[in-house]
């Protein structure tokens, strides 16, 4: 009898433990899936995101929220960023730190590539917002000439508001890269000759962007490398205005990063790769369409 009552005591204090002990070990090995999507907006440490089906996500991030930025397609490389990369028009994943409606991040992370599309839609905000509140007063007229056909109206309502929230959407239809000799700011010929083909390409294209970024190789001091990309970015952006026949209004303020983000170890500094321009062509979904 005292055999088996012991026996029974054991097996109960096994059921209690093993309960919370089962639903732990799960947690750990399912995981918590990431979400995928679109930063749409943000307000402090807050932001919401839109996924690829169109569902929204309100985000939290904090101090202990770890941000990279994968460099290179694979994103094998990452770099530790701070949230103020985290713009409106970024393209991320994020690791929640719980399951649940209320997301706080554990985790995110983006592409360089995401990065710099993101960088050149907050440059070019000023021309969205002129189209938004364009698009604002064409759907007010609509609502007052079209009353009387309210199904139709409706139906036109709907454009015009899909046409709205991709205005914060950008899609890249072509890049190439300007390559420099060392301690060089001009173009030669063949690059002269891409630039042009590449903003007779842009002109094809509707409500049409051009965003050129700068780089340097690691030889010589960082400061002198930040000028010189700076010097190049330049370069490109006056022969696209005032040999290629691109207008003022559709070219994005160069950017310069130097020594950043090479693409060949610093190692190789004097890697071409490292001394180029990038030069991409970014269509606003909203306006192209």
Partial sequence: MKVAHSINKMVMVAVVLAAPFTAAMAQTILGTPTIDGVIVTR???NFMMRGKSGNVTNVTVTTSTKINEGLGLLGVRTEAMSSSALVPGLRLSVEPESPGQKVVA???KFSTNDLETADAIQAALSVPLQQIQALTQELAAQKQL???????????IATI???IGDLAEYDVKAET???FDVNSTTLSD???EELKALAAK?????GYL??????ADAQGSAERNQVLSENRAATVVHYLQQEAGVALSRVLSPVAMGEARATAAKETGANPENRRVTVRIAVNRGIGE
């Fill in 43 to 45: 307000d402090g440490d």
């Fill in 106 to 108: 554990k985790s995110i």
């Fill in 146 to 156: 079209n009353a009387q056909q309210h199904a139709t109206q409706e139906q036109q």
């Fill in 161 to 163: 508001v899909k046409r």
């Fill in 177 to 179: 890269r300007i390559l």
């Fill in 190 to 192: 063949s690059a002269k």
């Fill in 202 to 206: 842009a002109k094809t294209y509707k």
């Fill in 210 to 215: 051009i965003q050129v970024v700068g780089h």
